[in-house]
């Protein structure tokens, strides 16, 4: 082989060596940082991941925002229509929230008992519901009339 070829195929392999270890630690970092969305159901059904934090969708059940007298957190109930899974928050609540409305929390899972949110995003308007809880829902109702 020609000197010079030999040359560029190295230089060509080494470049493409790089960028597959630049691709390989990219997708590792997203991946670490991804936070997966579940529903009280899946809590339910033993699908939280443990120590990680994910997102929790769901509506405010009525009667259960329970807020302290000396510090700002709060305790309510998110469910699905299905399960329900109780909630702690420390922070100021977004000015939409309220009980019967749609909510997203992220936080993590503390035993299989209670999430800890970090951050609690309401809905916006009357007629809309997050697409994820939505969905969450809609699965509930479908395994819970496929069990019927």
Do not use: C, W
Not at 82 to 93: C, D
Not at 118 to 123: D, P, T
Request: proline content about 4%.
């Amino acid at each position: 082989m020609n000197p010079t070829r030999r040359r560029r195929l190295v230089a060509i392999s080494i470049g493409l060596l790089g960028l597959g270890i630049a691709a390989g630690f990219v997708v590792y970092a997203l991946r670490e940082n991804m936070q997966h969305f579940i529903s009280p159901s899946d809590i339910a059904l033993g699908h939280a991941p443990q120590g990680h934090r994910f997102r929790l969708g769901g509506v405010v059940l009525e009667g259960s925002v329970k807020r302290s007298g000396t510090s700002l957190d709060v305790d309510f109930i998110v469910t699905d229509r299905f399960k329900e899974i109780p909630v702690r928050y420390t922070g100021i609540l977004p000015d939409l929230f309220r009980e019967g409305q749609s909510v997203v929390a992220t936080g993590t899972l503390e035993g299989h008992t209670r999430f800890l949110a970090e951050e609690v995003l309401a809905k916006h308007d009357e007629n809309y519901m997050p697409a994820e809880v939505a969905d969450a829902i809609a699965k509930a109702k479908m395994k819970k009339d496929a069990a019927q």
